[in-house]
């Protein structure tokens, strides 16, 4: 199965990895760069999201665990996935460069796994993990 991420250059802290792209378009909420249309959009974006892709129970401690969520490239992933054109809308507007980060074996240790995504820690030092510009 072929596993995959969409994400900025920028490292988050958490994690020591790209930036995720909800948490990236999450910080431009936080830092007041989105207009205020924007801003409501994105939390009708948000709640949607919340609703129909399950948010891993490690995110309600803080993340302790340093995971990072991959797409699976199955119907429901795939399908998440198109599903997120504001997100890239706001991440062109604004000029942050998306990445797609993709790898056909588990990139680390499955801490999570439901049918879009799964969760993985301690990431694998000799995988194989192409990266494209989208």
């Not at 596993?3 to 910080?27: E, N, S, V, W």
């Not at 998306?98 to 588990?106: F, G, Q, R």
């Amino acid at each position: 199965m072929t596993f995959y991420r969409i994400h900025t250059a920028d490292i988050a802290y958490i994690t020591q990895q790209p930036r995720g792209l909800f948490t990236a378009i999450g910080k431009l909420v936080d830092s007041k760069t989105l207009t205020e249309e924007e801003t409501a959009e994105y939390w009708k974006n948000r709640e949607y999201f919340e609703k129909v892709l399950p948010v891993p129970p490690f995110y309600e401690q803080g993340n302790p665990e340093h995971a990072t969520t991959w797409f699976k490239d199955t119907p429901q992933g795939n399908d998440i996935y198109r599903q997120m054109t504001f997100y890239r809308e706001m991440a062109k507007k604004y000029g942050l460069k998306l990445y797609m980060s993709k790898c056909s074996e588990v990139p680390g240790e499955i801490i999570y796994e439901d049918d879009f995504q799964i969760a993985v820690k301690n990431l694998k030092e000799n995988i194989q993990i192409e990266v494209v510009e989208v």
